[in-house]
């Protein structure tokens, strides 16, 4: 398991290091599509985080699938983290790169799950009632699960409004259910 805080510590420094060149966005996504590459092919994930391959292989492989191809500040995050031994952070650093972008921006990330896909106006009639009750702005992520029956689950870090029919439906079985 890789610590939070390690992970946060590196990302910190990577997105300085990106701020400063003026590509705050590019390097977040590079990173991102770095480790979903990674991480979406078992030989190379096996590869990378094989303690058994030499740093110097490793490194060799890494400049010869990424240089060119992604940004300076993410090639070198990636040789870093091999040089140091920590190729599993990587996994982790994303996310907490990903959470120090939308704080640049100052924005909260928002997703919302619906049993069908909401359209744009119910989408943007939404969002714009939460930013307005809230005081935020969000980064907004649509995801559909049709197990939901209805209605809309809204999640906000670790804020969560339920107004689906199977969490209402929960929430009754619950209350029914309950020893009192």
Not at 69 to 97: C, F, G, I, N, Q
Not at 128 to 136: D, F, T
């Amino acid at each position: 398991m890789v610590s939070e805080k390690l992970a946060r510590r590196y990302a910190n420094a990577v997105f300085s290091a990106a701020g400063d060149t003026g590509a705050v966005d590019r390097v977040g996504a590079d990173l991102a599509a770095i480790a979903a590459a990674i991480d979406g092919d078992p030989l190379m994930r096996d590869f990378f985080l094989s303690p058994v391959i030499s740093r110097a292989d490793k490194e060799r492989a890494l400049l010869a699938g990424f240089d060119g191809k992604v940004h300076d500040v993410a090639l070198h995050t990636l040789l870093l983290l091999v040089r140091k031994r920590r190729e599993r952070v990587l996994s982790a650093l994303v996310p907490e790169y990903l959470k120090l972008q939308m704080a640049a921006r100052g924005t909260d990330a928002l997703t919302i799950t619906a049993a069908r896909r909401l359209s744009d106006d119910e989408l943007r009639a939404l969002v714009a009632r939460l930013e307005h009750l809230y005081g935020k702005k969000f980064d907004v992520a649509q995801v559909v699960d049709p197990a939901l029956i209805g209605g809309v689950r809204v999640t906000m870090g670790d804020r969560r409004i339920d107004g689906t029919i199977s969490g209402q439906l929960d929430a009754l079985a619950r209350t029914l259910f309950s020893p009192n």
